[in-house]
């Protein structure tokens, strides 16, 4: 089965900074990954599917990248709803294994 | 607008069984594939289980293989989730969530989930 590892696990950043999240696949996924954000009490909501397509309604200022093993998931300018917990998903094959999480918080 | 509900949270016994069930409006639910996803309180998101569109083809990651039973009903929009021999560590909240591949394609990629139901597991 294919694991995903997430990195940082947590991150501590200020309104209007920039920052990335990355997620690496224990093989070639192609370009199968998805990212979501979740918030405390709620379901997670899907961000970016396919490695850098925003799903509608998604603020541009979040942009994903990556192909193969290696993604990263951007934030250029940190919003306050913007902090909250981060998963990538591999969408290759099932199971469709998660990252640990990499929780965002207000610096 | 697409609506996943799902059934209230439970307490169940160890070594007891569960289901839980998730009714689905809003879209064409004999379209879709589906999924069931658990997150431990505090953790991360850890993928269940998947079913086709038709429920033909099931998915289980291993560490639920032969304890855990998907299965839908299209007639009534309705999926579900049933645990056997119930552990402390089954303890956590699941969510069911659509997949968003068209024609019955399996995308794993969930677009859509439900609010969750807890389930605690105490004697």
């Known amino acids: 089965d294919i694991q995903m590892t997430q990195s940082p696990s947590s991150l501590s950043a200020a309104v209007g900074d920039r920052v990335s999240i990355t997620c690496r696949a224990s093989q070639n996924i192609d370009i199968y990954l998805n990212w979501y954000q979740q918030k405390p009490g709620k379901a997670p909501k899907l961000l970016i599917h396919v490695a850098s397509a925003l799903e509608s309604g998604v603020p541009s200022r979040f942009s994903g990248s990556g192909s193969g093993t290696d993604f990263t998931l951007t934030i250029s300018s940190l919003q306050p709803e913007d902090f909250a917990t981060y998963y990538c998903q591999q969408s290759y094959s099932p199971p469709g294994a998660f990252g640990q999480g990499t929780r965002l918080d207000i610096k | 607008e697409v609506q996943l509900v799902q059934s209230g949270g439970v307490v169940v016994k160890p070594g007891g069984t569960l289901r839980v069930s998730c009714e689905a409006s809003?879209?064409?639910?004999?379209?879709?594939?589906m999924h069931w996803v658990r997150q431990v309180p505090g953790k991360g998101l850890e993928w269940l289980s998947s079913?086709?569109?038709?429920?033909?083809?099931?998915d289980y990651t291993d560490s639920v293989k032969g304890r855990f039973t998907i299965s839908r009903d299209n007639t009534k929009s309705s999926l579900f989730l049933q645990v056997d021999s119930l552990t402390f560590e089954d303890t956590g909240f699941y969510y069911c969530a659509k997949d968003t591949g068209n024609l019955g394609e399996l995308s794993l990629t969930l677009d859509h989930w439900g609010q969750g139901t807890l389930v605690t597991v105490s004697a």
């Open positions: 079913i086709s569109w038709d429920g033909g083809t099931t």
């Open positions: 809003g879209f064409a639910f004999d379209e879709k594939a």
